[in-house]
């Protein structure tokens, strides 16, 4: 049996597998609080994994280590800001945010949970929000059909257009049908895949080179600058402290993602984020540095060996299938392919749930039945996936630039006003509009003025920082007492400290 043949059982088994979990999860979802959100349902292992497997996409096996081959640990302060950006939002949003939507008349997005929290009877808030994750996801969900494009090109040496389309349309079948549900219970396959391949392949290339000395040595004589995370061990330089401040500026970003979050507002109780927190953290940290060491000790093994890939994005691939048997070789790329779609899955269910909770029956009068919002939320996720197919046609950006610019842009849009909708009493309608409308321009502004005079700081940062100033100020100026705000936000505090009791 060639080799090529183990790759497609693999590939075939995984991906059966992600069509028969999304069958059982269309058995179980009824009504549209099921297909959105899964009932409010998750266990907090569930959606630990869940948010840790649809957070980190084909960035963590695909981008990550190729940054990590190309310029050396420079580039893990990306993966430092994300850890601690991940437990940051466990402990200060995960709690708070599932408690407070629930207060707040049931919120199941994070627009209808601003509109609701700050009581906006003109709609603008919401639909504005609506907007805004649509626009970014569809550049997100984007990047994913972009990786698995490049995946197939890699993996198979097939075309990169028929790739991207069958991880398309693999990813909307279980999607389609098995919504939020559907997604979640995938996503926990697809995070224990991905962790296991980000630890097997970085050990078995350390044995191979010959143990953890021989791979220091070799990159400590070829690029040594690559060991250091200060770009060289040189005195640090403008650009070596943008590029960390840059790097953990990344984890700012997790305030604000709506994919992220929503697994947040699943969870059976406030009380189990704790339980999630030390879950996803692990998961995260594991899978992070394994991104990282795969990256680095490439860096030793290609030099000893040759055959280093022309698309340093491709390098845990290429090392899976000179390493491994082909069968195992062919779960791994199984698992780059599932952090692809594990990613890719989650955004549909938001970009659907944007257009069907948020803006559909925002502005339709006569409420729809259940029934025809879960047929609705399908023609969404359908619609979302076809814009974003047409964008990936022809890619022109890598896959951690793509992902990189829709996370900047929902961390400075949404990050600082979830963050005061759960902490600050006085934030009104205006002010979260002030923050949202900054946050989103200063994020293109800052990026075209990045690229015309090579500043090199992340966008999320002035992005993130603006957006909150405008929106406590705003809030300051148009703030008025509303004793349904004051009580919910009371309600919430009270349904915490009760329960922890």
Known sequence: MS??????????????????????????????????????????????????????????????????????????????????????????VAPRLRAYTQVSKNSITIP????????????????????????????????????????????????????????????????????????????????LMMVTALVVVPVIAIFTIGGIGETATIIGDVKPEALSFFGGGELATTAVVLAIVSGLAWGLGYFGQPHIIVRFMALRSPQEAATARRIGTSWQFVSLLGAVGAGL?????????????????????????????????????????????????????????????????????EQPSKKTLVVLGRVGVLLIAIIAALLAINPNDTVLGLVSFAWAGFGAAFGPIVLLSLYWRKLTNWGALAGMVVGTAVVFIWKAVDGALGIGLYELLPAFALALLAAVVVSLLTYKHNQEIEDEFSETGSMLVVKKG
């Open 3 to 92: 080799d090529q043949v183990y790759l497609y059982i693999a590939l075939g088994i995984y991906m059966a597998a992600m069509l028969l979990i999304g069958y059982l999860a269309f058995r179980k979802t009824s009504d549209h609080e099921d297909y959105m959100i899964g009932g409010r349902g998750l266990p907090p292992w569930v959606a630990a994994l869940s948010a840790g497997a649809s957070d980190m996409s084909g960035w963590l096996i695909m981008g990550l280590p190729g940054a990590i081959l190309v310029s050396g640990l420079v580039e893990s302060w990306i993966a430092i800001g994300l850890l601690i950006g991940s437990y940051l939002n466990w402990r200060l």
């Open 112 to 191: 209808s949970f601003f509109e609701n929290r700050t009581r906006d009877r003109s709609r603008i808030l919401r639909t504005l929000s609506s907007v805004i994750i649509l626009v970014f996801f569809t550049l997100y969900a984007s990047s994913g059909m972009v990786a698995g494009g490049k995946f197939f090109e890699s993996a198979f040496g097939g075309e990169y257009l028929v790739g991207m389309i069958i991880v398309t349309l693999v990813t909307l079948a279980y999607t389609l049908f098995g919504g939020f549900l559907g997604a979640s219970l995938t996503d926990v396959v697809q995070g």
């Open 297 to 365: 000790i490439a860096i030793a093994y290609f030099d000893k060996f040759g055959g280093a890939p022309q698309d340093p994005e491709t390098v845990v691939l290429l090392l899976a299938q000179v390493l491994l048997h082909p069968l195992v070789a062919g779960l791994v790329l199984a698992a780059v392919l599932a952090a692809i779609m594990s990613t890719l899955s989650s955004q549909l269910i938001v970009c659907s749930s944007a257009l069907v909770e948020d803006i559909y029956r925002a502005i339709r009068k």
